[in-house]
């Protein structure tokens, strides 16, 4: 797990993200619809790797770790997207730093309020995420563990 983690904020950190070039808000629904994409692939192969497992438990929860882990990078991948397009869509300038604590502090639901989105776009891709986040969390805990228990077959 820790591999992983260490993989996944190395292509967060280092891929590299652009604005969208024409500033059209189809494009970053196109971006969002990657995210939901990458999210579901990944969770395919969390399952598989679960199925896998010789201890089904123990993979199914560290898979809902990795998979929150990639859900929260990729939401922060296209904030930062989206800032870079327009550095107005949100309060300041998101860096990367800035686009993962603000990605986090939605998805825990704390939203200190020292980011926030202030541009239609950004808002809708925000609302997104928080329906997504609550969605997202209960998918990968019913799936990874309930591969878990068909491994053992329960």
């Known amino acids: 797990?820790?591999?992983?983690?260490?993989?996944?904020?190395?292509?967060?950190?280092?891929?590299?993200?652009g604005g969208f070039n024409d500033a059209n808000p189809a494009a970053a629904w196109i971006r969002l619809a990657g995210v939901v994409l990458i999210f579901l692939a990944a969770l395919a192969v969390q399952l598989r790797m679960?199925?896998?497992?010789?201890?089904?438990?123990?993979?199914?929860?560290?898979?809902?770790?990795?998979?929150v882990l990639m859900f929260l990078c990729l939401f922060g991948l296209l904030y930062l997207s989206l800032s870079l397009t327009d550095p107005s869509s949100f309060s300041e300038?998101?860096?990367?730093?800035?686009?993962?604590?603000?990605?986090?502090?939605?998805?825990?639901?704390?939203?200190?309020?020292?980011?926030?989105?202030?541009?239609?776009?950004?808002r809708a891709v925000v609302s997104v995420q928080m329906v997504a986040d609550l969605g997202a969390l209960l998918l990968v805990?019913?799936?990874?563990?309930?591969?878990?228990?068909?491994r053992l077959g329960r």
């Not at 797990?1 to 993200?17: D, N, Q, S, W």
């Not at 990605?103 to 309020?113: D, E, L, M, R, Y």
């Not at 805990?141 to 068909?150: L, M, Q, T, Y």
């Open 1 to 17: 797990m820790a591999a992983f983690t260490v993989i996944i904020l190395a292509l967060y950190f280092f891929i590299p993200v």
């Open 50 to 67: 679960i199925l896998a497992a010789h201890i089904p438990q123990v993979r199914a929860a560290e898979a809902v770790v990795e998979t």
């Open 93 to 122: 300038h998101l860096t990367r730093t800035d686009a993962l604590y603000f990605t986090t502090s939605t998805f825990a639901t704390v939203g200190f309020g020292d980011i926030t989105p202030v541009s239609q776009l950004a």
């Open 141 to 150: 805990a019913k799936v990874a563990f309930f591969a878990a228990g068909r």
